[in-house]
């Protein structure tokens, strides 16, 4: 049976597809959390007052050990997606779903708070947009603010997308800005005087439990921002391992020497500025005109005012992403895929992107100090699943490396015996004469081989510092904090709580409506995985684009005798040349339709048939299907009669036709597994 298959992409497409290195990475990164302290400061002032540069130096330990979390986000999640990805992997797809909700909640609140802010910033150099004039019950500062969104969805409809170089500038204009501030108050202030600010911060308030949970919790509003390194993975260069962990230490020295000196500074410096309700929303600014004159008070202040509006931009096209995301994951209605034929721009994701900011600002009338408060939910929230998700993650890997060193040869022979029987158990169901491979060092090679194969899809080798008990006991204790930060949040925030809990049902419900709509219709969304070692996939079942026959093979897979475990493999048509996006989740199969489609009737028949299944996705290319073969050794494998299909390297034994009430399909059967 001869068969062809396209030929694979180029090293220069390849090439293109991963073109951040850490420098391009840390700028997204800080263009997003170098904002954040234009407004944190006086929000954090008004909840704890002079304690506010305390809890950010405190919160910052728990912001250095979610980058480690972060960093491996990047690396076994490479087709990106953040919290979404993780959680839908790590659980299931309703936590996927969550998490999609709770960003959401963060990237509405992340465009209105800083395109307010912005404006703010900008009064400072035209006072007249100031907010001391009304209209309509809305300050002339909440109106231009209001501009200032639609404007930016109406530059996303027409095409305007985040840009890593234009972060790149606007990153360094940030962290240029905040040292030039510290050295002007630095050489106006001696170290003397310095460290007698730390004593002025426990003056006016005692730390009681309750105040030092708020304030933990408030304070992480400074780091707001991090999540976005995990949207950029399909884009880095390769290794993303090391790329991941330049770009975040340069994050952490950067955040680390910025964020913590400027807010104590300006709070314990400026006190009366930081308790005016105006004022404190320019407090950076001030604090640089206070040292260092008009000049650079000015600077600032435009500087602040353009970063904060880019900000609001980039949530913009972040939430949009995930309406983007969550309705190819059929959790969403399929009209929020829909592309507008002048542009080819998502119009309708855009437009809640947008208006949901809108809605928010008018609601609360522009109060900086509301919005604050509402921000803590989707942050945290995100936070939390991300850190839970990869503390199952590194589990389950534990036990695998842990199976995997007992195997080995020089294991006790009570250990090996205890796996193979475990194994057998697993296989009973199987036909005589197949064998799952046990091979401990081969099992511990794959995962290297399936990544070298197809680095867009499959995460990089862990390394030593991830491997270790130390790392995962430190992943523990981060998740332990991040949920006490948000429990806390939940409590003392109370208009957190509401907005973020009634958007999140909202979205919830919805997804609800949406999944019974496709079940209804023979369909539930699939989340895909890699070859995994353990399952015992007994049937591989091969899916082709545009075969009406793929129907007679999912029917051929799931009715199999004994209802014996199933590959479903999915040969994908070339992948496409054009450069992924900055925050697209980009999952092979979300982003093809038939995949979408046939995959989702696979695993729909197959719960229903009680068939345990796993879901694999590989673009058409030479050896596709031999290399899934090889790493699964099913007895069966089934194929739609005129399938062309690469299987010159699949070893059989024997083949024969089956007819079902969809059309003949083919058995590849393997009497005699590899041992």
Request: aromatic share 10%.
């Amino acid at each position: 049976m001869q068969k062809t298959a396209p030929k694979a992409p180029g090293e220069a497409q390849e090439k293109e597809q991963h073109n951040l290195g850490p420098f391009l990475c840390w700028a997204v990164v800080f263009a997003d959390i170098g904002t954040s302290i234009y407004y944190v400061p006086g929000i954090l002032y008004g909840t704890v007052g002079k304690l506010a540069g305390f809890f950010v130096l405190l919160t910052m330990i728990v912001f250095i050990l979610l980058t480690f979390k972060y960093v491996e986000v990047t690396y076994r999640f490479p087709q990106g997606g953040g919290v979404v990805t993780v959680a839908a992997k790590a659980m299931n797809k309703w936590f996927g779903a969550l998490g999609g909700m709770f960003i959401l909640v963060d990237y509405f609140l992340t465009a209105a708070i800083s395109s307010l802010s912005g404006i703010f910033y900008l009064s400072l150099v035209l006072p007249a947009i100031g907010p001391k004039s009304a209209f309509l019950g809305l300050s002339i500062t909440v109106w231009i603010t209001l501009g200032v969104l639609i404007l930016l969805g109406i530059l996303n409809w027409v095409g305007v997308s985040e840009s890593a170089k234009v972060s790149l500038v606007g990153a360094i204009v940030a962290f240029v800005s905040d040292i030039a501030i510290l050295v002007t108050v630095f050489t106006h202030l001696s170290f003397g005087q310095f460290l007698g600010l730390f004593p002025q911060m426990f003056s006016g308030r005692a730390l009681t439990p309750v105040t030092i949970l708020v304030g933990f919790a408030g304070s992480f509003l400074a780091f707001s921002g991090l999540e976005s390194i995990s949207q950029l993975a399909p884009v880095m260069k390769l290794p993303r391992k090391a790329v991941g962990k330049i770009a975040l230490f340069l994050v952490i020295i950067t955040v680390g020497l910025t964020s913590p000196l400027l807010t104590v500074l300006s709070t314990l410096l400026l006190p009366r500025a930081a308790g005016d309700p105006l004022q404190s929303s320019q407090l950076i600014s001030l604090l640089a005109g206070h040292w260092g004159g008009p000049i650079l008070q000015t600077e600032v202040a435009i500087s602040a005012s353009a970063l904060l509006v880019f900000a609001s931009n980039t949530a913009i096209i972040g939430s949009y992403h995930v309406f983007l995301a969550l309705s190819r994951m059929e959790f969403f209605p399929n009209i929020i895929l829909q592309r507008n034929r002048l542009r080819g721009t998502p119009h309708y994701s855009i437009a809640l992107a947008t208006l949901i900011p809108i809605l928010v600002l008018i609601a609360v009338r522009g109060n900086i100090s509301t919005l604050g408060d509402m921000y803590a939910f989707g942050l945290l929230g995100a936070f939390t699943l991300t850190c839970l998700g990869m503390d199952i993650v590194r589990y389950r890997q534990r036990k695998e490396r842990k199976l995997t060193k007992q195997m080995r040869p020089g294991a006790s022979a009570r250990a090996r015996e205890q796996i193979v029987s475990t194994m057998e158990q697993d296989e009973e169901n199987l036909p005589d004469g197949v064998h799952k491979d046990v091979d401990g060092e081969k099992m511990e090679h794959q995962a290297e081989e399936e990544n070298a194969e197809h680095p867009d899809e499959t995460p990089e080798p862990e390394g030593r510092w991830t491997r270790s008990t130390l790392n995962f006991g430190l992943g523990i204790l981060t998740t332990v904090l991040v949920v006490t930060a948000w429990s806390t949040n939940l409590v003392a925030k109370p208009p957190a709580t509401i907005f973020g809990g009634s958007v999140t049902i909202v979205g919830m419900l919805i997804a609800y409506s949406s999944y019974r709509y496709h079940k209804k219709h023979g369909r539930v969304p699939v989340i895909t995985t890699g070859v995994e070692q353990q399952f015992p996939a007994a049937i591989l079942a091969i899916l082709t684009p545009d075969s009406e026959q793929n129907s007679a093979v999912i029917h051929a897979a799931v009715n199999n005798t004994g209802k014996k475990p199933v590959v479903f493999l999915y040969l994908g048509q070339q992948a496409s040349s054009r450069n992924p996006e900055l925050f697209r989740l980009v999952e092979p199969h979300l982003n093809d339709e038939g995949a979408r489609i046939d995959l989702g009737r696979a695993n729909h028949q197959a719960a229903e048939a009680k068939v345990e299944c796993r879901f694999v996705y590989r673009h058409q290319e030479p050896d596709a299907v031999s290399s899934i073969w090889e790493k699964t050794h099913p007895y069966d494998t089934i194929v739609a009669a005129q399938a062309v299909v690469d299987t010159q390297k699949v070893h059989i034994d024997r083949t024969y036709e089956e007819e079902t009430p969809f059309g003949k399909v083919e058995h590849l059967v393997k009497e005699k597994a590899k041992r």
